[in-house]
């Protein structure tokens, strides 16, 4: 697996929805010793996944001490049960988005997404084509920078950023980016 010197200890989770994921292995490197190795996104999410409980994110990560490695799976799982799932217009659900802004990021998304360490970050998915005109909607709302971009289509097909900046311009850039979901998502040919 690659570990980093003197980790003898490694983790793995899944979960249902790849954006909480990835949100909660950064969360725990924030609380518990702990390095996340690999993250990815079964392509086409859980439906194609080879076991029923697999769910669309892979993680794996390590630490010293199998202790560590238990911390952060209660953080991880505390994160998940208590995190709200994808949001959608009008209970649409062919316009799923997901939207978090996170004051400060962990070092898995320090190393993955490039973002400065203990900058804010706004974590901004949603479908392929109106997603693009949303960030750079976003990206122009604020003092804010991209620190990571996931162009259409991912595997879970939709589109996506992490922007970091500012906790007050990360959440500007959060709402923008709904509102530019919302305008799109109501005058597609318009746009």
Known sequence: F???????????????????AYLAADDATKKARIRVLHAQTIYGGRRYAGASKTGTAYILFSAEKIQDIKSAMAYIKEFIDTDE??????DD???????????RTGSF?????????????AYLVGPPIETNLALDMALKSGNVKMGRFF??????NSCGAVLYGTEAA??????????????????????
Request: glycine share 12%; with cysteine.
């Open 151 to 156: 162009p259409s289509p991912t595997h879970a």
């Open 2 to 20: 690659g570990l980093p010197e003197g980790h003898r200890s490694v983790g793995f989770f899944s979960a249902d929805n790849d954006d909480v």
């Open 93 to 103: 659900k062919g316009t799923g988005f997901f939207v978090r802004t996170v004051a």
């Open 109 to 121: 998304f320090e190393e993955w997404a490039g973002i400065p360490k203990g900058m804010a970050y």
């Open 170 to 191: 990360c959440r500007t850039a959060s709402r923008t980016f709904v509102d530019g979901l919302a305008a799109a998502n109501s005058d597609p040919l318009g746009y």
């Open 85 to 90: 799932s994808l949001c959608c217009f009008d």
